[in-house]
């Protein structure tokens, strides 16, 4: 999934799609012969070139590129709206910000940055669109970007201590750092970083250019997208078997393109770890692992243990696996990690507690979904230490049932721009409900169920 977000951003980059104004054709022709008031010497020369000559970015009406011009927020959005690929005529969830009108040029951009959790306006119920973006907000758009809506994770190489780091507001300081630390948005001779600075348009050039040139390098993450519905115990079979973590179920969900499955863990009486629930149906007795495989899971399903799961998943590259431990989750992670590294990209472990989190990461887990139900209510009621976590640790999710303070977690979701998922939801119009809450995603047993976003 993401070879191929990739291959269309390249697409849409070389086909000249999207520009940084609304202008002609014929003037993004004449942009890519170069502009005036750019010298050939200038720090963002490289840059501008490039992205004009892949019809990134045009010039104003005058021909000029204007670098020192500032770029506005929705200016900004259209750029990675269009980079990344996606279809936009299908934004239903926009939310309902007072500036932004049904027929704006920029409509679209905003509501499909509100449906990948890139967004969330500037409070009052505004998204400021033709505000001057700063240097901090763009740094927080496009850590969001690069994690929700392409599913990456950015890599860390340095760590610059800017003299003005304070200035930073504390709702920046985490997408900031990461941004800054992977080499894309760097800070002045000065050692200053002036986060509360307006953007120039040559700043957003040299920004989204370094972006683009290090896409690849980031570790594989999780989109929005592939979120949306995450199959419960592997997902329904044939309309019939339900959260059997079965080989039928896994294959059932590639044919009908989930690219993510929840399989249940857990171990065998000669301590081997297979795909196993021990509940919700007529499951063959905890056993050995030999006797579970010859097993028939409802008496028609095929049983997994690691070598059938782990080559099946070396064929399926494309999918993840939302690893659910029934019990001794960390010592069936560290096994995981230590017979088959080359897979850890593709597990999402369900993080139970926060403090599993040191454990878990560093077996070498990049990716975690922290679940609610194993923990107390007591926990469970820390809503905005909760989602200050999983933002702080960069989780790929959280996940919680309606009856969990739901409308307190999508709030606290929404600013903090981390996917919330709920489970288990059967039916497309609780889905509905939820999503226009705030709801991101569904944990499901339907692997054909789709809602309109």
Same mark, same amino acid.
């Given at each position: ?33 170069? @502009?005036? /008031? !750019?010298?050939?010497? #200038? +720090? $963002?020369?490289?840059? =501008?070139?490039?992205?004009? *000559?892949?019809? &990134? %970015? ?38 309902? @910000?007072? /500036? !932004?009108?049904?027929? #704006? +040029? $920029?409509?679209?951009? =905003?509501?499909?940055?509100? *449906?990948?959790? &890139? %967004? ?38 340095q760590k610059t201590y800017f003299k003005d780091a304070s200035a930073v507001s504390g709702w920046a300081k985490k997408e900031v750092e990461a941004v800054e630390g992977a080499g894309i948005i760097c800070g002045y001779s000065d050692r200053t970083f002036r986060p509360q600075n307006n953007a120039s348009r040559a700043e957003a ?142 597990f999402i472990p369900y993080l139970y507690h926060t403090s599993d989190y040191e454990a878990i990461h560093n077996l070498g887990y990049e990716n975690m979904i922290l679940i609610f139900y194993q923990m107390t209510a007591a926990e469970r009621g820390k809503v ?70």
């Amino acid at each position: 999934m993401r070879g191929k977000i990739w291959r269309t951003a390249v697409a849409v980059v070389l086909s000249g799609i999207f520009i940084l104004n609304a202008v002609c054709p014929a003037a993004a022709a004449e942009a890519v012969a170069g @502009f005036p /008031d !750019v010298p050939v010497d #200038a +720090w $963002y020369a490289e840059p =501008v070139r490039y992205l004009a *000559r892949v019809g &990134i %970015i045009g010039g104003k009406e005058d021909g000029k590129f204007h670098p020192e011009a500032q770029i506005t927020r929705a200016e900004f959005l259209k750029l990675l709206a269009m980079a990344s690929g996606k279809d936009l005529t299908s934004q239903r969830l926009g939310g309902s @910000f007072s /500036d !932004v009108p049904e027929n #704006a +040029w $920029y409509t679209k951009y =905003v509501y499909w940055g509100v *449906r990948e959790k &890139i %967004i969330n306006g500037v409070g009052d119920g505004c998204f400021a669109p033709d505000s001057p973006i700063t240097r901090q907000q763009i740094a927080v758009i496009l850590w969001r970007y690069n994690k929700n809506a392409l599913g990456k994770i950015m890599p860390r190489y340095q760590k610059t201590y800017f003299k003005d780091a304070s200035a930073v507001s504390g709702w920046a300081k985490k997408e900031v750092e990461a941004v800054e630390g992977a080499g894309i948005i760097c800070g002045y001779s000065d050692r200053t970083f002036r986060p509360q600075n307006n953007a120039s348009r040559a700043e957003a050039a040299q920004i989204l250019y370094k972006y683009l040139s290090a896409y690849r390098e980031y570790k594989r993450g999780c989109s929005l997208d592939d979120l949306r519905y995450v199959m419960h115990g592997g997902g329904e079979v044939g309309g019939r078997y339900q959260v059997s973590n079965s080989l039928e179920a896994l294959q059932e969900a590639s044919r009908s393109q989930n690219r993510i499955v929840e399989l249940d863990f857990s171990w065998t009486t000669d301590n081997q770890l297979v795909c196993l629930h021990n509940w919700g149906g007529a499951y063959p007795p905890k056993s050995t692992l030999n006797g579970f495989l010859q097993a028939k899971i409802y008496g028609a399903l095929t049983p997994m243990g690691m070598e059938s799961l782990s080559s099946w998943l070396r064929a399926h590259p494309e999918v993840q696996i939302v690893a659910d431990f029934k019990e001794r989750s960390v010592e069936g992670l560290r096994l995981i990690s230590t017979y088959y590294p080359d897979l850890l990209g593709q597990f999402i472990p369900y993080l139970y507690h926060t403090s599993d989190y040191e454990a878990i990461h560093n077996l070498g887990y990049e990716n975690m979904i922290l679940i609610f139900y194993q923990m107390t209510a007591a926990e469970r009621g820390k809503v905005k230490e909760n989602v200050a976590f999983a933002r702080d640790k960069a989780l790929t999710a959280i996940a919680v049932s309606p009856d969990q303070k739901i409308e307190e977690y999508e709030a606290e979701a929404k600013k903090a721009g981390i996917p919330l998922l709920s489970f288990v939801i059967d039916s497309p119009t609780t889905m509905r409900s939820l999503a226009q809450q705030g709801t991101d995603g569904f944990i499901t047993n339907k692997q054909t169920i789709k809602i309109q976003w």
